[in-house]
Nanobody, 122 residues
């Protein structure tokens, strides 16, 4: 069983930055692709970014490309989301997810964290 714990959320002004972290335990971390999603109450969960197990492949949703950077430290079993130039529309609860299949994770991830709240004030 893989457990995921996110941290790093908070309140930030528009234009500011935050770095989210997600620590995984209970599995072989490099066997899993990792992704970040976000959700606003009343709306569907939205894919944000994905990174392959070896860290070579990444993808981003259009609205964050150029502002957000996903990375991972496999020695620390941690995946990060560096968020720069934050906008009010980035306000959401952010979730970390892992799945063995890189091309599947954005549709049906196997493991999820509990979420961390990000609020961007305008």
């Amino acid at each position: 069983q893989v457990l995921l714990v996110e941290s790093g959320g908070g309140l930030v002004q528009a234009g500011g930055s935050l770095r989210l972290s997600c620590v995984a335990s209970g599995g072989s971390f490099t066997d899993y692709a990792a992704a970040w999603f976000r959700q606003v109450p009343g709306r569907e969960r939205e894919f944000v970014a994905i990174i392959s197990g070896n860290g070579i492949l990444t993808q981003y949703t259009d609205s964050v490309r150029g502002r957000f950077t996903i990375s991972r430290d496999n020695a620390e079993n941690t995946v990060y989301l560096q968020m720069d130039s934050l906008k009010s529309e980035d306000t959401a609860t952010y979730y970390c997810a892992l799945d063995p299949k890189y091309y599947n994770i954005r549709y049906a991830a196997g493991y999820w964290g509990q979420g961390t709240r990000v609020t961007v004030s305008s």
